[in-house]
């Protein structure tokens, strides 16, 4: 999944991207106001992590602009401001949470998972799907509960196909959403991955968690569970 | 036109120049017709008088005495003038004093009545002229119609209006200045207090004096005493800021201290645990005195009426956002027409911290309702507001500990309650009270009572 995170403070930024990175999450890094406003009108995002006092534009008129423009993905906040009547404006602006500085890293990327799986539908934080069931907090699959061993790039297709199961999903999206803005673009890496996946969670084929739809795409294919 | 006096001295101009041009206008009028109706009288007389004086001579003809009554009829260029003429328009006779000039015609009186008219001679000279037709028994039986004129020259009647109006104007203008000079001498001293006001707060400004004296006219009092009050809260207000900011730089440095001596003698394998535990205690720290009250009750006159039910509603639509997952069921009513008295924020602040812990610790349900204290009506500016939950509860001989907390922040252990001394504070900076009890939904409830001012 594609993260854009807005925070002028370098130091900051850098360290929450290194870590959502380490998560298995693609980063848009923006240093201020404006340049953020344009990541997050013209590339494909997942969910925005927005500071509210930026220079060149303020955190709330990109929260506005951004719903203006009809996007919905989730967007976190990051604020150093804790009276609750900055946290109802950018609440009401139209973010979907709130963390307050100084936060923890840790508390960050939970919140971000929390979002993305609200944001495919998922209420509880263990998504289960028959069989499958995918913790994002720890990134772990499992399989009739037992983990599968996964390489991050795997582990980033699955998830992504999860959280939107029901949904088909083409190449193209995946390729956009999945690889860090500069690396080498081709859709039939996408099919050997899907291929590997198929055949580490599905060994005997008798789950089919994943259908190929000729021409569309791909679409996660299993029941979501009771918590789902 | 920003100075007062200015505009009155104008607006006192533009009316004295209406009213007086308005009784100028009028005086003249009257003067004028006045003039005018005696000087018909005057030639009304003469021609009377020629008339009486008028004889039938023995060749059948009209004829008049060679000494007139009036000896201006006799003075060549005396300005009053007569003469008659026959059917014909012939001139018959005329007084000495015309026989220099020639008289104008003009229109022609019907018989047996007089007619006035406003003439002109060949040089211009203005005359009041009045005609009258007569039908004259030269013999028995016998009548033969002849046409009186007399006339007046109007040069020393309209010199006498002329030096009337020069009267006039001079008078009034005279009247006109001396009633705007001494408006705006009684303006300097009227407007006196004002500009002591002014100087006051001067030398308030300049640290020179502490409030303004309250020695003003009554209608500047209530001004005089709310700029005091102004100045009071103003002052309150900053003195708080400098404590907070005192008491948060101070507190600072304990953790600060502790920080470096960590850097010099740190146990490696504690180090990160350590280290982390004085930066939650310098966050708790800024927190705490950030979300110190905005505005207290002493602050009468910047306080605004906060529209409570709008709020509640941001506030409500917010925290479903932010618990979507747990989506507890939040109640809440508010009475009609409520306000607060007081800063929105402190408001938010009261509401969101009572209303974010009952989320935390509810079960699945949390109601808020909010209505104007005892005795008082929702638009007065007190309220109560109490937030209920389904959750654990809290028990009776751990409220005061929960409330304690916070308020000694250098020796209070970080990570709790900070919310609620917040909200406890801000209750009572607005001279009301919060208090924790037993819920009928299960769980805790907490009031907070904000009397109406």
């Known amino acids: 999944m594609r993260l854009l995170v807005i925070e002028d403070d370098a130091t900051l930024r850098e360290s929450l991207a290194a870590k959502l990175g380490e998560n298995g999450f693609a980063v848009e890094q923006a240093a201020d106001g404006k340049e953020g406003l344009y990541y997050a009108l013209e590339y494909p995002i997942d969910l925005a992590i927005v500071d509210l006092g930026l220079p060149e534009m303020s955190g709330l008129d990109i929260i506005r602009k951004v719903r203006e423009e009809g996007r919905t993905y989730p967007i976190l906040i990051l604020t150093a401001r804790d009276r609750w009547e900055d946290k109802v404006d950018g609440l009401d602006a139209g973010a979907d949470d709130y963390v307050v500085k ?5 508390e960050v990327t939970a919140r971000v998972n929390a979002l993305l799986r609200r944001s495919g539908g998922w209420a509880s934080s263990l998504m289960t799907a028959g069989p499958v069931t995918l913790d994002m907090s720890r990134q772990e699959l499992s399989v009739n509960d037992s983990i599968i061993d996964l390489t991050s790039f795997e582990y980033k297709i699955i998830e992504y ?31 050997v991955f899907i291929g590997r996946l198929r055949k580490k969670m599905d060994p005997d084929n008798s789950i089919k968690p994943i259908e190929t739809l000729r021409g569309r795409g791909y679409r996660f294919a299993l029941e979501r569970g009771q918590s789902g | ?32 017709s006045a003039g005018e109706q005696a000087q018909e009288d005057i030639l009304d007389g003469h021609l009377m008088a020629l008339l009486a004086a008028a004889e039938v001579s023995d060749a059948g003809t009209l004829e008049m005495p060679s000494d007139l009554h009036e000896s201006r009829f006799s003075n060549i260029g005396s300005g009053l003038y007569a003469e008659m003429r026959d059917e014909q328009g012939n001139i018959v006779w005329r007084s000495r004093s015309a026989l220099s000039i020639e008289m104008p015609f003009g229109g022609q009186p019907q018989s047996g009545i007089r007619l006035f008219q406003n003439e002109e001679l060949a040089d211009g000279t203005p005359l009041l002229t009045l005609s009258l037709a007569v039908q004259w028994e030269i013999a028995d039986g016998e009548f033969r119609p002849f046409v009186f004129k007399v006339a007046e020259s109007l040069d020393s009647f309209n010199a006498q209006i002329a030096q009337f109006r020069r009267q006039l104007f001079g008078w009034f203008g005279a009247v006109a200045l001396i009633m705007l000079l001494s408006i705006s001498v ?11 006001i002014e100087n006051e707060i001067g030398e308030i400004e300049q640290g020179k004096r502490e ?26 207000r900053s003195d708080r800021y400098r404590v907070t900011l005192d008491n948060l730089a101070h507190s600072l440095k304990t953790p600060l201290a502790a920080m ?111 209505h104007p204290p005892k005795g008082s009506r929702s638009g007065d500016g007190g309220m109560q507001l109490v937030v209920s939950d389904d959750g654990p509860g809290i028990p009776a001989d751990a409220t005061d500990a929960l409330l304690q907390r916070g308020t000694r922040l250098d020796e209070s252990t970080p990570g709790h309650g900070i919310g609620l001394a917040v909200v406890k504070e801000i209750a009572e900076s607005y001279g009301g009270q919060l208090v924790i009890s037993q819920s009928d939904l299960g769980g805790a409830e907490f009031c907070v009572t904000i009397p109406s001012t």
Request: proline letters at 3%.
């Open chain 1, 102 to 106: 100084p936060f923890h890293v840790e």
């Open chain 1, 161 to 191: 196909l999860m959280v939107r199961a029901g949904q088909v999903i083409s190449k193209t999206e995946l390729t956009e959403r999945l690889y860090d803005q500069d690396f080498e673009r081709d859709s039939n890496v996408i099919e």
């Open chain 2, 1 to 32: 036109m920003s100075s007062l006096s200015a505009r009155l001295l104008i607006s006192v101009s533009v009316l004295l120049m209406f009213f007086f041009g308005v009784t100028i206008v009028v005086l003249d009028t009257a003067f004028r």
């Open chain 2, 186 to 196: 009684l303006l300097r001293r009227m407007l006196r207090p004002l500009r002591q």
């Open chain 2, 211 to 236: 409030s303004l004296s309250g020695r003003f006219p009554t209608e500047l009092t209530g001004v005089a005493r709310n700029m005091n009050l102004l100045i009071d809260s103003e002052r309150a």
């Open chain 2, 260 to 370: 470096r001596a960590l850097l010099t003698h740190g146990d490696s394998a504690k180090f990160s645990e350590r280290y982390n535990e004085q930066i939650n205690r310098m966050d708790e720290i800024v927190r705490y005195q950030l979300r110190k009250p905005a505005a207290s009750s002493a602050d009468n006159l910047l306080l605004k009426l906060v529209p409570v039910k709008q709020e509640v509603d941001r506030l409500v639509d917010g925290l479903r956002k932010v618990y979507h997952d747990k989506n507890p069921t939040i109640e809440t009513q508010v009475a009609a027409g409520m306000r607060f008295r007081g800063d929105s924020g402190d408001f938010l602040e009261i509401a969101g911290n009572l209303l974010d812990n009952a989320c935390k610790w509810c079960q699945q349900r949390v109601r808020m309702t909010i």
